[in-house]
């Protein structure tokens, strides 16, 4: 039914949900799943003084972005290999930086997806919100179907 399906993920369990009933439909041939993290490089954080003073007696130069860089690979590969313990082979992993709803858009149209699926909230803590700020913009702004997982 759907040919190629788009997984935004953030490392919250919600997303992990998506990626868990992502996998359960790809159980036709010729079925690409794509799992896609956006890096928000705010600016705003910085590494923590015990990994700075690591790196210094290590002599590496860690930054907030090489951090956050590796944090992003590690919830892809997380993933990828959650679907292949399900049985599930070729899995596309992306990883990307930006305004995470304009990105995931951007990817889901070049990308030509059909389907999104992702997590109805995420990692945020504003617990009075129905939707996620990202699902919310997403399923706005892209014509292709979206499942909002709970
Ligand atoms: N940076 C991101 N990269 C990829 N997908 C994301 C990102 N942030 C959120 N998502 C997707 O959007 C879903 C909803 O998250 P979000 O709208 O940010 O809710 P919240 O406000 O609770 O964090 C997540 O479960 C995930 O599927
Ligand atoms: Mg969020």
């Known amino acids: 039914m759907f040919t190629r399906i788009l997984v935004p993920i953030d490392g919250s369990e919600h997303a992990t949900r998506a990626v868990d009933i992502a996998g359960s439909l790809t159980g036709q041939d010729g079925v690409q ?10 600016g705003g954080y910085s590494v923590p003084k015990e990994l700075q003073a690591y790196a210094k007696v290590e002599h590496i130069r860690v930054t907030e972005k090489d951090l956050i860089e590796s944090v992003g690979r590690e919830i892809l590969g997380n993933a ?18 930006g305004d995470p709803a304009s990105v995931i858009a ?8 059909d389907l999104i699926v992702m997590g109805r909230r995420g990692l945020g803590d504003l617990g009075g919100l129905l939707l996620g700020s990202v699902s919310h913009k997403v399923a706005q702004a892209v014509d292709c179907s979206c499942l909002t997982v709970r």
């Open 33 to 42: 799943l794509t799992l896609l993290h956006v890096l928000t490089h705010a």
């Open 106 to 113: 951007a990817v889901a149209e070049g990308s030509g997806a």
């Open 80 to 97: 990828a290999q959650r679907l292949r313990d399900q049985g599930v082979a070729g899995v596309e992993e992306r990883l990307e930086s």
